[in-house]
């Protein structure tokens, strides 16, 4: 039986016949776009306006390509009728909200006057047909944009044949067409196409590289370069700083944005943010290294040395900071790049300067207690805290410390918890300069034996921080004890003391100089830390030939390796960054002759931990030293190689690297699997810093827990804190406050103290209640309830004023020192049972170089405090972004000293005051407002 739907058709009428016709109109307006372009609409829908216009363009075309070819249509008439479109086509495209008309209506007669385009100047080549040519081919180059194929670039190519032919009139000097000539040929376009053919010469650019053209060539590439150096200075001009910027990236000549003019004190700000933010995303060091140049010489071009300066640190390029001071007329100026310098702990000095001294003091940082304890009196934190004020056992629902006394029988002191609380007293107080556990009398310190008494000796350094001459006054009596680990302690506090404090008279070499040539081991361990410590990223040669014999010695003894391992670190910590061949010489040198018993110690890492330290963030710079620890036979030696080369590429981004990282992860290892903890480490520190590549960090994170073997998982929780310090941010405070509870010792006690980098130095009151949970349900383990501790003696660092945050100058720059600091503490977890829970502990100290104040302070010229009104909110990226868009969201507003968290920023709130700095961050000068005009008040009558 034949299918119902074929008996339809017989029952069809008129009417639903008709309608099936109107349908069908319907669709093929709609679907006009699409399937022919050579259909624009229905005369009927069209306004008088446009059909006159349709009309006329149309008229225009026939003249020009002569339909009927009559012999009256001259060269001139033509020319008029392609005026009469070029008008039309200009006047349209100013237009942004629709798609301009005459485009709209020429596009059917885009193949007709591309065939006429190719048969112009068979016969002849006079300036009128040139001319002709030429105008006609802008006119194509505008119709291409949307109508030519994208892999031919028919825009560019009209546009090139174009220059040729304006290029032969000018060499003919046609005066008939000379105006037109020296017409702005590009800008008069509009936008779109200027940004379209801008795409297009970039693809061509590579097309030709890609074909064998050499790129340092101009003359291979001439003829866009022209057309670069007309579309650049336009895109400036009209606030499309941006897009000129990626073009000179695109065709490789970034140095030309130095020679434009119209570069000014207006727009070089948004100019030069862009070229700092680009920089992230350069993976070839080259690149990289252009951008950043870029941007300093515009900065230096403007005279903003300030600025100039947090670029060339960016670059790590020391060798300017003499050149920028010296051309640097203003004083205040000057003062605030010292401020900066000290920041950075750049162990410079000022000579030859009218205030050289005050300047010197200031990098040295000589002043940073004083204004740090006025801030501390200003916020009413002066009071010293005990670690029950810390560990708030009363609250415990397990019954802590507290409830022991009613059971019976005397309490027992565990060496294990007075030495927790050494650490805790010391974190919480640091900087203050009293306490109520050390200051008072001696009588803590025989509470604890051996290592512990070095601790509690050394935490009287911490306490003191910054303050050079007190510190030394009360540690003196300590360094002439007759308890070795008292001596060595107090040995240690002085280095501790002064950390990142420049002083003339030089204590700690003074002081330390004979306990390193001396017989003690404890007394060598002590010194090579205080003064890795004191002098991290000075760069000091007389303390590295201190430093550099222990290195070398070669005695069979069992501690020869944990003072060749802390020396090491010391000089890792003194050179951060400046790759200097005998430090790496000298360390590759001691690996490549280390017997495998000596490499099997679980402090060996700490001498690859220098070796990465001398190449922080130096990028290929280390590829010599990679080769060479590659012929290491010992299963080290790939620890060595992932710890220099992550470190290395330290806050980079480098995809390449990461991809290089993961693959190490994914071999399935049981054992001997150092190495993978050091790439899971590695991820977060070249990823750090930058936004993109953190939150994809996370996510591979995820993945590792997942599917890798126990090493792996137990470096994440580490990774975690190195992406988010002093940042407690809440997804990852929860995915660490998971991994703390793992059933794997080492995975939680990683976790608990990756909680306390986290939330270093914020009172976070979340961290805080996780923190004392964690102190009971581990109660019965030592080892886990030390780590506890640790983690909240970071929490509660500087009782909140401080922050271990390497990132300062608006996350632009990286203090070198201070992420030493924390990678030491970082890679002394890989093995806690040898280091922190062993007798290591006090590498916890090396946390001291990344310590610093978290305030905003503003001061006079003359360096006296000026409390004004400040906004502090959510720092928002504002880069690339048109008009003068707002840089914080939901701020507050404050009268200065304000405490300013991770991810937060500062901004004046008054027009009275102008701030020297260009970012409100540390210490701040200001000065009046010349132009300021105070608000009239109206009185009352």
Not at 337 to 348: D, G, Q, S, V
Not at 508 to 531: P, V
Not at 688 to 693: S, T
Request: net charge negative; charged share 25%; with cysteine.
């Amino acid at each position: 039986m034949a299918p119902k739907s074929n008996e339809k058709p017989v029952e069809l009428t008129a009417e639903t016949e008709s309608k099936k016709i109107d349908a069908d109109k319907t669709n093929s307006k709609k679907s006009k776009k699409n399937d022919n372009p050579d259909i624009i609409e229905d005369d009927n829908a069209m306004s008088e306006e446009d059909r006159e216009l349709k009309e006329r363009l149309e008229t225009c075309v026939s003249t020009l390509i002569n339909e009927k070819s009559e012999v009256s249509v001259t060269t001139q008439i033509r020319l008029k009728a392609l005026d009469v479109i070029v008008t039309e086509l200009r006047s349209a495209t100013s237009s942004m909200t629709s798609v301009p008309k005459p485009l709209k209506f020429l596009r059917p007669k885009y193949e007709t006057l591309k065939e006429y385009y190719g048969t112009i100047g068979d016969t002849e080549e006079s300036g009128e047909v040139l001319f002709l040519r030429a105008r006609l081919g802008d006119v194509l180059a505008v119709l291409a944009m949307t109508l030519g194929k994208h892999d031919e670039r028919e825009s560019l190519n009209f546009k090139l044949k174009g220059a040729k032919d304006y290029e032969s009139l000018a060499k003919m000097g046609d005066d008939t067409t000379t105006a037109t000539t020296n017409d702005n040929n590009l800008g008069s376009w509009g936008h779109e196409f200027i940004r379209s053919l801008a795409g297009e010469i970039g693809q061509e650019y590579n097309a030709r590289v890609l074909a064998g053209a050499d790129p340092d060539d101009d003359a291979a590439f001439a003829d866009l370069l022209g057309m670069v150096d007309v579309i650049v200075p336009f895109n400036v001009e009209h606030n499309a700083e941006a897009e000129a910027i990626d073009l000179l990236i695109e065709v490789q000549r970034l140095k030309n944005v130095l020679k434009l003019d119209s570069i000014d004190e207006k727009n070089y700000k948004r100019v030069c943010l862009y070229l700092i933010k680009t920089a992230d995303f350069m993976s070839d060091p080259d690149d990289y290294a252009e951008v950043l140049e870029a941007a300093y010489e515009l900065f230096h071009k403007q005279s903003q040395y300030f600025d100039a300066l947090r670029v060339a640190l960016r670059m790590g390029n020391e060798e300017a900071i003499p050149d920028l001071m010296s051309q640097c007329s203003d004083p205040l100026m000057k003062k605030q790049m010292c401020f900066l310098l000290a920041r950075h702990r750049i162990n410079f000095e000022v000579e030859g300067d009218d205030d050289e001294e005050e300047l010197n003091e200031i990098i040295g940082n000589e002043k940073l207690s004083e204004e740090f304890l006025k801030v501390a009196q200003d916020l009413d934190v002066t009071e010293a805290k005990t670690p029950e004020d810390i560990y708030k056992s009363h609250l415990a629902e397990t019954g802590g410390f507290s409830r022991r006394r009613e059971a019976g029988g005397a309490v027992v002191d565990s060496a294990r918890a007075n030495l927790a609380s050494t650490y805790v007293n010391a974190f919480v107080n640091a900087g203050f300069g009293q306490d109520k556990l050390m200051t008072p009398d001696n009588e803590w310190l025989y509470k604890n034996k051996d290592h512990g008494m070095m601790a509690a000796s050394a935490s009287l350094g911490l306490i003191q921080l910054w303050n050079v001459e007190e510190g030394l006054a009360q540690i003196d009596k300590f360094l002439y004890s007759s308890e070795e680990y008292v001596k060595a302690g107090a040995a240690l506090a002085v280095g501790i003391l002064s950390s990142g404090v420049r002083n003339d008279a030089d204590p700690t070499l003074a002081l330390l100089d004979e306990h390193i040539n001396g017989d003690s081991h404890i007394m060598k361990c002590a010194a090579c830390t205080g003064l890795g410590i004191a002098y991290a990223g000075s760069a000091r040669e007389d303390v590295m030939e201190l430093l550099l014999p222990l290195v070398e010695q070669d005695n069979s003894g069992p501690n020869t390796m944990l003072e060749v391992s802390l020396a090491g670190l010391a000089l890792g910590m003194i050179y951060v960054g400046k790759c200097d061949d005998a430090v790496g010489g000298t360390i590759v040198q001691r690996l490549m002759e280390a017997s495998d018993e000596e490499l099997d110690h679980s402090h060996a890492i700490f001498l690859c931990l220098g070796l990465g330290l001398l190449f922080l963030g130096r990028m290929e710079k280390a590829e010599a030293m990679l080769e060479a620890l590659r012929t290491i036979e010992h299963k080290i030696s790939k620890t060595a190689v992932i710890v220099l080369e992550t470190c290395a590429y330290a806050g980079s981004g480098n995809v390449l690297q990461v991809q290089e990282m993961l693959h190490q992860c994914s071999e399935h290892i049981e054992e001997d699997a150092q190495h993978q903890m050091a790439a899971v480490v590695g991820i977060s520190l070249i990823t750090m810093g930058e936004q993109v590549g953190s939150e994809m960090a996370l996510r591979s994170f995820e993945h590792l827990l997942h599917y890798c073997e126990l090493p792996v998982k137990r470096a994440v929780p580490l990774a975690l804190g190195v992406l988010n310090i002093s940042n407690p941010d809440f997804s990852v405070i929860d995915q660490l406050s998971r991994l703390s509870h793992d059933p794997d010792t080492e995975i939680s006690q990683n976790a608990i103290l990756a909680m306390g980098l986290t939330s270093a130095g914020t009172n976070n009151s979340r961290v805080a209640g996780l923190l004392r949970q964690l102190s009971e349900f581990y109660s019965k383990e030592a080892g886990h309830v030390f780590c506890v501790r640790i983690a909240q003696a970071m929490l509660h660092m500087g009782k909140g004023l401080m922050t271990l945050s390497p990132f300062h100058s608006d996350k632009m720059l990286t203090c070198g020192p201070a992420l030493g600091g924390v990678l030491t503490l970082i890679y002394s977890c890989f093995d806690l049972k040898s280091t922190l829970l062993d007798k290591s502990h006090y590498l916890i100290y090396y946390l001291t170089c990344a310590m610093n104040p978290r305030m905003l302070i503003t001061v006079n010229e003359d360096l006296s405090w000026r409390p004004v009104t400040v906004r502090v909110g959510q720092a928002v990226e504002t880069v690339g972004q048109a008009g003068k868009p707002k840089t914080i969201t939901g701020f507050q507003t404050h009268t200065t000293p304000v405490l300013i968290s991770s991810g937060e920023r500062a901004e004046l709130g008054t027009e009275e005051v102008l701030s020297v700095s260009s970012v409100l961050e540390g210490i701040v000068i200001v000065k009046d407002n010349p132009d300021y005009e105070a608000p009239e008040t109206d009185e009352k009558k």
